[in-house]
């Protein structure tokens, strides 16, 4: 099961997400489970020089409400408990 702030990637077409709201749901996308990236190492270099995504694109899943932030962006299809996840347009900018 996924936890909030981790990130993971698809093996297949490399694209990267990082859990923005929990799930039971298990993350899966071009049709395969995708890939718990470690905390350690790269991650810690990857929050810093990126610490805002562009883009902000964010997916979620309408069946365990998990839902993911998009760092990398494929045309990969992400799929949660079974069915295609929603994409959200990032429109929260009411500053
Ligand atoms: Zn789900
Ligand atoms: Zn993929």
Redesign the pocket.
Known sequence: MAKKGQTYFCEICRQKVVVAEE???VLVCCGQEMKLVGVKGMMATWTTAHHKPDGGVTFV?N??K?KIKVVVETTGILE??GQRMQREEASTSQE
Request: glycine share 22%; aromatic share 12%.
């Open positions: 799930g039971f749901g899943c069946v365990c998990q949660c408990c």
